[in-house]
């Protein structure tokens, strides 16, 4: 498709010799193009064009100048799958072909998202395009029932419904927006898939918003543990940049965002009930092993690159404690290296009673820094399913 070009002043004297062509009398009543290709030319003639496997295509002219009506059952490469349509195209614009209107309503069924390494699942779309050929609407829906990322091989049920605008002279696609629901979470995101000059594959950007998000969700998305560690609500909001290339998703994918997690409770019976001790001692209390459960807090900003997510100004806090960290977490084998602060309002003599308190006592403005009772920097090392807390001493003097 040649580019659009400015119209040049119409002169009220043709040129010597030029003439009006006229229209061809052949009609064709039907086409039966069955094992079909359609290249689509780029405006660069040093690169390939877009190339499209038609296994079944029928064209039934309406008259000169007058749409076409099509059935065409195409292969899309990636994700693996095929696309039924239906519609009408035309009529066909000489001067500008990238003018000519198109029109129809599309399925697209069993595609099979491990085509793209990284994801698994099978996708079916459907939905209705309008338009210009470099610039058409399309609005639809997709249906992935057992969709799942590599790193993690949990399938959850994920559903979108999109607003694109697609160039189909180039393939460039604008999202705006979309929204999906992965299991109970829900989420909005922006932007688009775009050629980049010298690639054969496309970068993805998109910025997604989540104010209706269930932590247990995203956690059963990307770790491989069969349950989440933790529940809890969370609000989010991330730039989302996949560049082009042939490797895994999660080793592509970058982010950068924050976000924030409420009423956050832990899975297992025995680190929920340290967070209860926790939040007992930082408050002075002399029973920290008191029973029910606390609601934690979080919030912080995040990076991803090269599968390594970086954290920083991670807070987690319950009532009398709160827990500062800094550090990485790899998403493949889930190793972790945080290093951070645990402040408690109450001193580190009131953590305890009796001799143990009183023994204590001199060390109180040993620990009381930067505004808290008690101030213990940490590090959290290990993995995500078998995490090491220790006592950095080294910042402690």
Same mark, same amino acid.
Do not use: C
């Given at each position: 498709?040649?580019?659009?070009?400015?119209?040049?002043?119409?002169?009220?004297?043709?040129?010597?010799?030029?003439?009006?062509?006229?229209?061809?009398?052949?009609?064709?009543?039907?086409?039966?193009?069955?094992?079909?290709?359609?290249?689509?030319?780029?405006?660069?003639?040093?690169?390939?064009?877009?190339?499209?496997?038609?296994?079944?295509?029928?064209?039934?002219?309406?008259?000169?100048?007058?749409?076409?009506?099509?059935?065409?059952?195409?292969?899309?490469?990636?994700?693996?799958?095929?696309?039924?349509?239906?519609?009408?195209?035309?009529?066909?614009?000489?001067?500008?072909?990238?003018?000519?209107?198109?029109?129809?309503?599309?399925?697209?069924?069993?595609?099979?998202?491990?085509?793209?390494?990284?994801?698994?699942?099978?996708?079916?779309?459907?939905?209705?395009?309008?338009?210009?050929?470099?610039?058409?609407?399309?609005?639809?829906?997709?249906?992935?029932?057992?969709?799942?990322?590599?790193?993690?091989?949990?399938?959850?049920?994920?559903?979108?419904?999109?607003?694109?605008?697609?160039? /189909?002279?180039? @393939?460039?696609?604008?999202?705006?927006?979309?929204?999906?629901? #992965?299991?109970?979470? &829900?989420?909005?995101? *922006? %932007?688009?898939?775009?050629?980049?000059?010298?690639?054969?594959?496309?970068?993805?950007?998109?910025?997604?918003?989540?104010?209706?998000?269930?932590?247990?969700?995203?956690?059963?998305?990307?770790?491989?543990?069969?349950?989440?560690?933790?529940?809890?609500?969370?609000?989010?909001?991330?730039?989302?940049?996949?560049?082009?290339?042939?490797?895994?998703?999660?080793?592509?994918?970058?982010?950068?965002?924050?976000?924030?997690?409420?009423?956050?409770?832990?899975?297992?019976?025995?680190?929920?009930?340290?967070?209860?001790?926790?939040?007992?001692?930082?408050?002075?209390?002399?029973?920290?092993?008191?029973?029910?459960?606390?609601?934690?807090?979080?919030?912080?900003?995040?990076?991803?690159?090269?599968?390594?997510?970086?954290?920083?100004?991670?807070?987690? /806090?319950?009532? @009398?404690?709160?827990?500062?960290?800094?550090?990485?977490?790899? #998403?493949?084998?889930? &190793?972790?290296?945080? *290093? %951070?602060?645990?402040?408690?309002?109450?001193?580190?003599?009131?953590?305890?009673?009796?001799?143990?308190?009183?023994?204590?006592?001199?060390?109180?403005?040993?620990?009381?820094?930067?505004?808290?009772?008690?101030?213990?920097?940490?590090?959290?090392?290990?993995?995500?399913?078998?995490?090491?807390?220790?006592?950095?001493?080294?910042?402690?003097?």
């Amino acid at each position: 498709m040649p580019p659009v070009e400015p119209r040049r002043p119409s002169s009220s004297h043709p040129a010597q010799g030029k003439k009006d062509s006229d229209p061809s009398q052949v009609l064709v009543d039907e086409i039966v193009a069955d094992g079909a290709k359609l290249d689509m030319l780029v405006k660069d003639p040093n690169k390939p064009p877009h190339v499209f496997d038609i296994s079944r295509l029928r064209l039934q002219p309406a008259g000169l100048g007058q749409p076409m009506a099509y059935e065409a059952t195409l292969t899309n490469p990636v994700p693996a799958g095929e696309i039924d349509s239906h519609g009408e195209f035309g009529p066909w614009q000489t001067d500008e072909p990238r003018l000519t209107p198109l029109h129809g309503v599309y399925t697209f069924s069993h595609a099979d998202l491990s085509t793209i390494r990284g994801l698994r699942g099978i996708l079916s779309s459907t939905g209705q395009f309008n338009g210009p050929l470099d610039r058409i609407d399309v609005q639809g829906e997709t249906t992935t029932p057992d969709f799942s990322l590599g790193i993690s091989g949990h399938p959850v049920p994920l559903e979108t419904k999109f607003h694109a605008i697609v160039d /189909g002279t180039t @393939g460039n696609t604008t999202l705006d927006p979309v929204h999906a629901k #992965l299991l109970h979470s &829900e989420f909005v995101a *922006r %932007g688009g898939v775009y050629r980049v000059p010298g690639q054969s594959y496309r970068r993805v950007l998109l910025d997604a918003v989540s104010d209706h998000a269930q932590l247990e969700d995203l956690l059963r998305l990307a770790l491989k543990a069969d349950k989440p560690p933790m529940t809890g609500d969370v609000s989010f909001r991330s730039h989302i940049d996949i560049p082009p290339g042939t490797g895994a998703i999660a080793e592509r994918l970058k982010l950068d965002g924050e976000f924030h997690i409420s009423s956050a409770q832990f899975s297992q019976l025995d680190i929920q009930s340290k967070v209860a001790a926790l939040s007992h001692r930082g408050s002075g209390q002399s029973d920290p092993e008191g029973s029910g459960s606390v609601a934690s807090d979080f919030g912080g900003k995040f990076v991803l690159e090269g599968g390594l997510m970086t954290f920083s100004n991670l807070i987690f /806090g319950v009532p @009398g404690a709160s827990v500062h960290l800094d550090g990485t977490y790899a #998403l493949v084998d889930q &190793e972790i290296d945080f *290093r %951070g602060s645990l402040r408690l309002q109450a001193t580190l003599s009131q953590l305890t009673t009796g001799w143990k308190s009183a023994l204590l006592k001199p060390f109180d403005l040993l620990f009381e820094k930067q505004g808290a009772g008690t101030f213990v920097p940490i590090t959290i090392t290990g993995t995500g399913s078998d995490p090491h807390f220790g006592l950095d001493f080294r910042r402690v003097f």
